[in-house]
């Protein structure tokens, strides 16, 4: 079977800064895919890049069997794309629920066959709330959440556009071991339902536990990518990121 | 309630101050009542790009005057018709024009809306504040444009005299002319408060909020800030469309003139930008208050006045007049006092 | 048809001149919006105040109006200071720069020109001095003093900014701040207080920008807003907020507009600066995620 993201020879310069050199990688469709790479190692730009909100100088997308280069960050949504941000980006003129609202009516509603009714809207909205624990806030802005709240808004958020492949980057920092838990559960959940998810993390026991491959990314460049086990015992991985 | 239920509403309010016009009996209350008016449309046609999206428009003037002179080129046409085309054409066009005002309006809004697509087109991928440069610039060059132009008079003016009275129940030009922006004035926040309760409203939310999330979630945030524009750029140019029969001669400097360069900002900033209600709040506020100011000491003071009052309003109170209502008068619905408490802080 | 040599050397000659003027008018944004981020669309506001002031002294007091600049810069400097004060309290610290920002600067564009209006009313100013009339020629160049000596100011303008920003500690944190305000409050220099200084500068060049332009023309107020599309022009394509870029592309906008207005007539002026505007919009797309 065709992988469901095909990324063949990325790169990424900022000036004369190269963030990013030369990426492939290949993620399976209902692969369970872990990201980790030292800070500023280049983890975000290439999802930034994956997503459409940067434009890669060079390489090759494809999603789902489809080349995706030109495309813009909302046509990749629609197709099945969808990542939360590490810093969260929640839509502060509106109610908690109403951010969930924004992806279903703009990328659930526009694929065809879809079209929800305010009903179902409403539900959904009530489902995905009820995923993260976040019921109870329905009601409220995005200011008066906590740090952690937020981050579980912007992970709902991803979800509430029901995507294909789901990238989480950085959606657990801060959170107790509990809620790390909770979370990594929540997401081996949605991979049972066949969502395919590339998790971007620091903790490294979430990481482990969820993780089927995992990928290491340090300076701009991929030095290894395989099974967990195997990779954090690489010595060059020690050397690179674990040894800091 | 439901747009059309709001419409009629606002059609019997309308009606009312026609009638209570019609009973001071003074047909002063006609050309003060359709500046006023014609605020109301400005005002409202900049919040939807201004105050729901988030992007600046400077150039309001531009959209303004591009109705205004539509209409004195289709005004003039006949004249150019008789003189340069073929006698075929002529006959059509003599049976045709003059055109009737609500077509002007039409085409000067249909015109504006163009330029407002081509000017988004052009210049919403980037950044917002580069759009706002952009239409600042447009006004210039726009001003240029027609100072150029002879077949509108250029710099030297166009005069298009009123007819003294209209084909629809004998009433005098001055009071149709006062009707008509009364209509337009209650079509506009008719549509503007449908796009706020809308989808199209939410995908305007968030575009102002942030718009990268916006199109990670999926917003085609391009297109929106597109339609945006070009309904912005339509109303006003429908507003400027009766504008050369009201006053009676164009020229450029009181077409292209800083009254609705600031006005068109200041009345939805003063009033509010979150719903419909502010600019029509600020356009009556601000636009009495310069009636009379311009009365009583000068209209150059007014201006004044209207500009410090922006610069004021924008420092202390940002939510404009709405704003300070809620703040002081909270509502007693917990998702209001919510929304206003949150909006407060920001 | 002949190609009119002499008139295109002039034309090109005039445009240099032009575009040396063009840069001090534009390096206060360069400053403000190119390396501070700070949409100050108010400046040419600053210029035509500078441009006023110039007049009346010149007019009361018979005193040239570089030189009454050059006195009345700390005023200008301490009114940089308080504007910028004002923004960073009212919408920087808030995270609300956007359209509030915008909006605020654009109050006061207006209420300067409303006001010198009240003031001055509508008619034209200018300056009297006596280098204004003369022209030196070369054979068939001419160069009119009253634009000559702008340029040679402002390029004196423009290397004394440049050597300040790459020489002082200050410049060096002013170029420091914009990309990394967190590394230099570890410096030990408060960000705060660097962003105003230089946003005092800014205004500051304004004083004699403003000079400069009532010795090339007569002002009158709204001749401030037809400067803004030049001016954002000009910073976007020379770079944001490099000043031998401003120079560069301050030359290249004057020679263009020059020439155009020298074939094709003045009135089309405005509207070279809001192409040249367009194109470099067009060919440097910044982007959703800045520069």
């Known amino acids: 079977m065709t992988p469901l993201l095909q990324v063949e020879n990325l790169s990424k310069r900022f000036g004369g800064f190269v963030a990013l050199d030369g990426i492939n990688l290949e993620v399976a469709q209902g692969e369970r895919l872990?990201?980790?790479?030292?800070?500023?190692?280049?983890?975000?730009?290439?999802?930034?890049?994956?997503?459409?909100t940067l434009h890669n100088e060079t390489g090759d997308v494809h999603f789902d069997g489809r080349p995706i280069n030109g495309l813009q960050a909302h046509q990749r949504t629609h197709l099945g794309m969808a990542r939360s941000f590490q810093l969260p980006r929640p839509f502060h003129t509106l109610t908690v629920a109403e951010n969930l609202r924004v992806p279903l009516l703009y990328t659930v509603n526009t694929r065809p066959g879809a079209a929800l009714s305010e009903g179902q809207i409403e539900a959904r909205c009530r489902e995905l709330l009820g995923l993260v624990s976040l019921e109870h806030k329905a009601r409220k802005m995005p200011r008066d959440l906590t740090q952690v709240e937020m981050r579980k808004l912007e992970l709902a958020r991803a979800m509430a556009a029901d995507p294909k492949l789901l990238i989480a980057d950085e959606s657990m920092a801060g959170l107790s071991q509990s809620e790390v838990k909770d979370i990594v559960a929540l997401l081996i959940r949605l991979n049972e339902r066949g969502i395919t998810i590339i998790l971007i993390e620091h903790i490294m026991s979430a990481v482990m536990s969820f993780s089927q491959r995992l990928v290491v990314l340090v300076s701009g460049r991929k030095i290894a990518d395989g099974n967990p086990g195997d990779v954090i015992r690489d010595p060059e991985v020690e050397r690179a990121y674990l040894g800091q | 309630m439901r747009n059309w239920q709001f419409f009629l509403a606002a059609l019997a309010v309308g009606i009312g101050a026609y009638a209570a016009a019609r009973l001071i009996g003074n047909d002063y209350i006609y050309f003060a009542g359709y500046v006023v008016l014609q605020f109301v449309v400005l005002a409202t046609a900049w919040n939807i790009l201004g105050g729901y999206c988030g992007y600046v428009n400077f150039g309001s003037a531009a959209?303004?005057?591009?109705?205004?002179?539509?209409?004195?080129?289709?005004?003039?046409?006949?004249?150019?018709s008789s003189r340069y085309l073929p006698e075929v054409v002529n006959s059509v066009v003599a049976t045709l024009f003059p055109l009737p005002m609500p077509v002007l309006i039409v085409v000067g809004g249909a015109i504006a809306g163009l330029v407002g697509f081509g000017m988004g087109y052009l210049t919403l991928r980037l950044r917002g504040v580069f759009f706002a440069i952009a239409t600042l610039a447009l006004a210039v060059v726009l001003q240029t444009l027609i100072v150029n132009w002879d077949y509108v008079g250029g710099s030297r003016g166009a005069y298009v005299i009123r007819p003294a009275a209209t084909p629809?129940?004998?009433?005098?030009?001055i009071e149709y002319l006062f009707l008509i922006m009364l209509l337009l004035s209650i079509v506009a926040i008719t549509v503007a408060r449908s796009i706020e309760r809308s989808q199209l409203g939410y995908g305007f939310a968030t575009i102002r909020d942030d718009e990268l999330a916006a199109e990670a979630t999926g917003v085609p945030t391009l297109r929106l800030k597109l339609i945006a524009t070009t309904l912005s750029g339509a109303f006003m140019g429908m507003a400027g469309a009766p504008f050369p029969f009201y006053i009676g001669y164009l020229e450029p400097s009181s077409a292209f003139g800083l009254a609705y360069a600031v006005n068109a900002i200041a009345m939805p900033m003063i009033g509010g930008t979150t719903s419909w209600v502010g600019p029509l709040l600020g356009a009556i506020l601000l636009g009495g208050l310069q009636q009379i100011a311009s009365v009583t000491i000068s209209s150059a003071v007014s201006l004044l006045i209207v500009g410090l009052l922006l610069v004021f309003f924008v420092i202390i109170a940002p939510n404009g007049i709405i704003g300070l209502w809620h703040k002081y008068f909270p509502s007693k619905d917990p998702d209001v006092v919510e929304r206003e408490r949150s909006a407060e802080a920001t | 048809?002949?190609?009119?040599?002499?008139?295109?050397?002039?034309?090109?000659?005039?445009?240099?001149?032009?575009?040396?003027?063009?840069a001090a008018v534009t390096v206060g944004i360069s400053i403000s919006f190119g390396i501070l981020d700070i949409v100050n669309i108010a400046h040419p506001a600053f210029i035509i105040l500078g441009s006023y002031i110039a007049y009346i002294v010149n007019q009361r007091l018979g005193i040239d109006p570089i030189l009454t600049a050059i006195i009345v810069l700390p005023v200008f400097y301490a009114l940089g200071s308080a504007v910028y004060q004002v923004y960073y309290l009212s919408f920087e610290k808030r995270g609300q720069e956007a359209l509030r920002g915008l909006a605020f600067f654009f109050g006061l564009l207006f209420v300067t020109e409303v006001m010198l209006i009240l003031v001055f009313g509508v008619d034209y100013r200018y300056v009297q001095a006596g280098y204004i009339e003369q022209t030196l020629r070369f054979g068939f160049f001419d160069l009119p003093l009253r634009m000559l000596i702008p340029f040679v100011i402002s390029i004196l303008l423009l290397g004394g900014l440049q050597l300040f920003l790459s020489k002082t500690f200050t410049g060096r944190a002013i170029m420091a701040v914009a990309q990394d305000q967190l590394a230099l409050s570890l410096m030990a220099a408060d960000p705060i207080r660097i962003k105003r200084i230089a946003f005092a500068i800014s205004i500051a060049t304004a004083a004699i920008a403003g000079a400069l332009l009532i010795i090339i023309q007569p002002v009158e107020p709204s001749v401030g807003r037809e400067y803004i599309g030049r001016?954002?022009?000009?910073?976007?394509?020379?770079?944001?907020?490099?000043?031998?870029?401003?120079?560069?592309?301050?030359?290249?906008?004057g020679v263009v507009e020059s020439i155009t207005s020298t074939f094709y007539g003045p009135s089309w002026a405005p509207a070279v600066a809001f192409g040249f505007l367009l194109l470099t919009l067009a060919v440097r797309p910044a982007g959703l995620l800045g520069r």
Do not use: D, R, W
């Open chain 1, 34 to 52: 872990g990201l980790i790479g030292p800070n500023g190692s280049g983890k975000s730009t290439l999802v930034n890049c994956l997503c459409g």
């Open chain 2, 63 to 80: 959209f303004f005057a591009i109705g205004a002179y539509t209409t004195v080129a289709l005004h003039k046409f006949p004249q150019f």
């Open chain 2, 168 to 173: 629809y129940f004998g009433i005098n030009y």
């Open chain 3, 1 to 22: 048809m002949e190609f009119p040599v002499e008139l295109f050397i002039n034309a090109l000659i005039a445009g240099l001149l032009l575009g040396g003027f063009y």
């Open chain 3, 231 to 253: 001016v954002f022009a000009i910073c976007v394509l020379g770079g944001m907020g490099s000043l031998p870029g401003t120079v560069i592309a301050a030359l290249l906008l």
